[in-house]
Each structure stands twice: as C-alpha cells, then as structure tokens.
C-alpha cells in the first residue's frame, strides 16, 4: 500500500509538472492580459450589481440593499410617457443612419486609402482621417456653433448670402437637423472605422488580385469579387456590435451639438438625452438605472437575433 500511495504521488508530481512545462509559454501573455481582466472586472462586472437599482424605490437613507422593492414601476417613466414614441423613433432612426451610411462610407474610404501606394501620404491621409475620432464632443460642439451659429455663423454670414439665400435659425429649425446630426456623426466616427476596415483589407493575400488582373477583372471586378467577400468577417463583427448598441445613442453627439436647445427636442431627443433630463428633473436614480437596463437587454436580443440571421446565410461569417 505504501508503494502504490508513493506511486500515485509520483504520478500527481509528473502531472503537475507536465502541467507547468505546458503552461510555462504562455505565462507572459497571461501576465499581460491580466491588466486589462482587472479592468474589465471592476470597471463591467461590479457595477452589474447596480441592476438591483431599477426594480427598488431608492431611499438613500436605507441605502440600495435596504430600500424598497418596487418591481417595474420605474421602466413606467419610459414606457408611459408622451414622449416614449418620439425618443424610441429617433434613437432608432438615427443609430440605423448611422450604422448604414457609416459602413458604406468607411469601407469606401479604407478601399481609397488602400490604393495610396505612396507610404508617407498613406500615413498622412490616414492621421487627417483619424484626427476627428480624437476631438472630444464638446469641441465639436463649438466647432458646429461656428458654422451654424445665429450671429457670427460662417453658414450664415458667408455661405448662405453668396448663394442668395437668407439666414436660417438652425437651433430653432427642427427640420435641418436630422441631416446635421448625420453629417457630424458620420465626419467623427468613419475615420476609426475605416482604419479598421483598412486593416483588414492589407490582411488580404495579395495573390488572389494578382490572380484576378490576370483573368482580367476590372478594379470593380477585383472590389466585388475579392475585397468584399474577404472582409464580409470584420464587416459583420463591427455591424453586430453596433446593432448590440442601438438602443444607445452618443450623449454628447444629441445634447451639446444642438446646444440643448429646446425648439428642437423632437427631432434631438433620444433615450439617453431624455432620461439624463429626467434624472437632472426629478432626481430619480431608480428610473435610470431601469432605462439602462432596457437598453442592455434590447441589444442582446438585437445581437442573438443578428447573429441567428448570419448563421442561416453563413456560418461561418457568424460572430459565435
């Protein structure tokens, strides 16, 4: 018995050091993830437990474990008030924009830059193209206001008297700004995205257009029939992500570019600018933290759904 309660700890002791010599390669890259594993749980998954907040009646003398439950009362702010069509329309009619045109537009400029041979202009176009991303919200804002401005507005004061046209209100006129939102949306983001995109299209084995010149494909040919059909990956990963996010909206993009400028809130309210509203009204934690979980749970579903109809085209362009 002492000869088999040896053997078994020799054979565990062998085990383990098999075990140690295979993970012994990788116990750098471990080491790096760790930071960001960090991150990741105290900055999304500890906060999690913050999803108590928008089923209880929040009383800060109690604290959050010791107020009251109150089941789905806060959603009905959401839900019950006048403007809920309004705010659900715009959130979903803009971040549909969005994804749409912003897909076409960076793929178009990631192919454009791809054909800049010249290195150091490639990197330039590239950091000219990037630079917006970079620019925080409330400079953009101020950039807007100078060009939309009632007063001292370039639009105003420049381009609109050379084409004849009178002044325009832009900040009481509700009409113009679906385009604006649009335009600015689009100028800031397309930059990253399209360095993703780009990415993705250099990743491409230059053969298969060698292949292609050969047969004589013309460089729409060479776009549709090779470019696309190998980044379909990367563009269906990006546009399921931003489908998990529709229900969102860019705070800043929606409240300090229009200026919070009450003329215009019906075609500038969305979810995210309504319930900060509300919250800075009524003071009612409860009803944000419900609003942000009904936007969570629309774009998991969005994304299973998204990613169930990829499945049935291609199973293998799907994310999982």
Not at 202 to 212: F, M, P, S
Request: glycine share 8%.
């Amino acid at each position: 018995m002492i000869k088999t309660a040896v053997s078994k700890n020799r054979q565990h002791s062998v085990a383990q050091q098999g075990m140690y010599r295979k993970f012994k390669p990788f116990l750098p890259i471990f080491v790096m993830m760790l930071p960001g594993m960090i991150y990741l749980l105290i900055n999304n998954y500890l906060p999690m437990f913050g999803l108590i907040i928008a089923f209880k009646n929040i009383d800060y003398s109690k604290g959050i474990l010791g107020s009251d439950w109150n089941g789905f009362t806060n959603f009905k702010f959401l839900f019950q008030t006048t403007d809920a069509y309004i705010i659900t329309r715009n959130t979903l009619l803009y971040n549909g924009a969005f994804i749409i045109l912003g897909l076409f537009m960076s793929v178009g400029v990631a192919i454009l830059l791809n054909e800049v041979k010249n290195r150091f202009m490639s990197r330039t176009y590239q950091t000219v193209i990037l630079l917006p991303f970079l620019i925080s919200m409330v400079i953009v804002s101020y950039l807007a206001f100078g060009f939309l401005g009632n007063e001292q507005g370039y639009l105003n004061n420049k381009i609109l008297p050379m084409l004849g046209l009178e002044p325009i209100s832009w900040y009481m006129e509700s009409k113009y700004w679906p385009y604006i939102l649009t335009i600015v949306n689009l100028w800031k983001s397309v930059g990253f995205n399209c360095i993703v995109y780009l990415a993705a299209i250099i990743g491409i084995d230059q053969e298969y257009y060698e292949a292609a010149t050969l047969d004589g494909a013309s460089k729409w040919q060479q776009f549709r029939t090779v470019t696309i059909p190998l980044i379909a990956p990367t563009v269906i990963t990006m546009t399921l992500l931003a489908v998990g996010r529709i229900f969102y909206s860019d705070f800043g993009l929606f409240y300090q570019v229009p200026m919070n400028s009450g003329m215009i809130y019906d075609t500038t309210n969305v979810i995210d600018t309504y319930v900060f509203r509300g919250l800075l009204l009524n003071n009612d934690i409860g009803m944000s933290a419900a609003a942000g979980l009904y936007q969570s749970v629309v774009g998991f579903v969005l994304v299973i759904l998204s990613n169930f109809a990829v499945r049935k085209f291609s199973k293998d362009n799907a994310l999982f």
